[in-house]
């Protein structure tokens, strides 16, 4: 099989082996990606598949998967590079060592220093430097600021990077590149411009239902379609925090543990801190919904 798609229909397929559900857009954008070498910019809401889309691409191309998290205040030194401090320090003393018996010129020394037997990589330099297939997840984009923001544009332009001691380093060869935005800030418009754009929202009951069904597969299907209707239900409310798809996932899974085949207002009570986090969101959901009992076996 070839390592490149074949088209978006190949990309449906392939992503589907690797258990992730498609939809029109998001097959059709991961195949322009491939083909234009361009970046996706996957924006939605926390807990849609953004992240799984990367892991999937990664499966699907048979690549290795890198990982940069995001967070706030995060810099060059731990998105890029940094020096070894303790083994230069170590260097050092050697050579203060050596000079008083008559040993090696400074000159040597700092040269030696600043060489890749000193160099720390994080995770943007192995994505560029990799000589095998590579999917670069950065995720969480949103988190960082806009001095972070310039430091990508120069990878995502160029595939390269400039480090000062060592010169630039270009890619040998080209990482596909998800970048996932929860939209908890506006992204510059110079990022964007780089960026083939994708929007994933919640799925729809029937995506949804089919998500649960491949994902869990010992779920009835009576079961997965009420769970779904429950949670779309729920996103329609103003909480603090809707539940996400993985939460969906996660209580399709306690019921099954737990022996439920379909949820009543017993198992709702009991359960719905799953796809609920905060309180005053569990208080507002058992005061919204109406389950109605399970009848009684004979």
């Not at 009576?222 to 779309?232: G, K, S, T």
């Amino acid at each position: 099989m070839s390592l490149e798609f074949a088209g978006v229909e190949d990309v449906r397929t392939r992503l589907e082996a690797a258990g992730y559900l498609v939809d029109t857009s998001i097959e059709t954008v991961v195949y322009l990606a491939e083909r234009l070498g361009k970046p996706i910019l996957v924006e939605g809401p926390a807990g849609v598949g953004k992240t799984e889309l990367a892991k999937a691409v990664a499966t699907a191309r048979d690549a290795e998967l890198v990982r940069l998290q995001c967070y706030e205040g995060l810099d060059e030194a731990k998105a890029l590079y940094e020096w070894n401090y303790r083994k230069q320090l170590l260097r050092i003393t050697h050579a203060r060592g050596g000079d008083a018996a008559g040993g090696e010129a400074w000159d040597e020394v700092e040269d030696d220093l600043f060489s890749e037997h000193y160099l720390l990589e994080r995770p943007l330099l192995p994505a560029l430097r990799n000589q095998r297939r590579t999917v670069l997840l950065i995720d969480e984009v949103d988190k960082v600021d806009l001095e972070f923001e310039a430091l990508l544009l120069e990878i995502l332009s160029d595939f390269q990077v400039t480090i000062p001691e060592l010169g630039t380093v270009r890619g040998t060869r080209h990482p596909f590149v998800v970048l996932t935005s929860n939209g908890t800030r506006e992204l510059s418009e110079a990022l964007k411009r780089r960026c083939l754009y994708l929007h994933i929202d919640y799925p729809s009951v029937e995506r949804e239902r089919a998500i649960v069904l491949s994902r869990v597969p010992d779920a009835p299907e009576a079961m997965a379609d009420q769970l779904v209707r429950i949670v779309r239900s729920l996103r329609q409310l103003e909480l603090k925090k809707p539940p996400s798809v993985s939460e969906t996932l996660d209580w399709a899974r306690t019921l099954l543990e737990l022996g439920f085949g379909a949820v009543d207002e017993q198992v709702l009570k009991g359960t719905v801190n799953v796809v609920l986090k905060h309180q005053q969101d569990v208080e507002r959901a058992l005061a919204h919904l109406t389950i109605p009992p399970r009848p009684e076996m004979n």
